[in-house]
């Protein structure tokens, strides 16, 4: 399938745990974008990436990991979740030069 | 640290009537200011966007009006309708930011758009 996607779409764990979200898109997108989205906060940064094996912290990296091998994908891993990380999380890629930003559908974390 | 400010949080409009929302930014170089429309259980999408080299956009119901000097720029939904409900997120970016972080956008806190029928 043809643009951006992530898996899973719903994950509850608990607190302590690792999890990873995972994001993929099929553009050949140099930039991808993690966020969290809270109500009040809007969206914001978690990490992102302007090419392979480049990443860069964003607002709110803390408690995140982000690797990205291959262009098209661009997980993300919370290494020991904590309930403040309950969020849902989007992924976005970007051509350098393109007007925007093209979202995934989103996964929502739940920690308990 | 905020960059972007949006207001209000929240909104209800009847049928047919205008909705506004305002954003306002600090940062002089931000010179792309998008705005994003997020339909429940899905990612935002790009609704329209402006350059500051134009005080106003129109595409449609939605408009963008942009005041360089007081560093504001608002969305104008007119004939609002019910399937116009949607949460609605100002953005900016940063010409002057270096390398990698150019393609940064820096997002408002968000509008939840009620049209009620």
């Known amino acids: 399938d043809a643009g951006i996607t992530q898996s899973p779409r719903y994950k509850i764990t608990e607190t302590g745990r690792q999890v990873t979200l995972m994001c993929h898109q099929t553009?050949?997108?140099?930039?991808m974008f993690w966020y969290r989205q809270d109500l009040g906060h809007g969206l914001r940064l978690i990490y992102y990436s302007a090419a392979a094996d480049i990443t860069d912290k964003g607002e709110v990296p803390d408690g995140y990991v982000v690797s990205r091998s291959k262009t098209e994908n661009f997980p993300l891993t919370l290494e020991s979740a904590t309930r403040s990380q309950t969020s849902v999380y989007f992924c976005a890629s970007w051509q350098r030069g393109g007007p925007e930003q093209f979202f995934g559908p989103g996964t929502r974390l739940t920690v308990l | 640290q905020q960059q972007v400010k949006q207001s209000p949080q929240s909104l209800i409009v009847q049928k047919g009537g205008i909705s506004i929302i305002n954003c306002a930014y600090e940062n002089t170089a931000f010179d792309y200011f998008p705005w994003y429309q997020q339909f429940p259980g899905k990612g935002p999408a790009l609704l329209i966007a402006i350059r500051p080299d134009v005080s106003e956009k129109k595409e449609g119901r939605f408009t963008i009006s942009f005041n360089k000097s007081a560093k504001q720029f608002s969305l104008h939904i007119m004939d609002s309708q019910p399937g116009d409900s949607a949460t609605y997120f100002c953005?900016?970016?940063?010409?002057?930011?270096?390398?990698?972080?150019?393609?940064?956008?820096?997002f408002g806190q968000g509008t939840i758009l009620t049209v009620h029928p």
């Open positions: 553009w050949s997108h140099s930039y």
């Open positions: 953005a900016a970016r940063n010409h002057n930011a270096g390398g990698t972080s150019y393609g940064k956008l820096t």
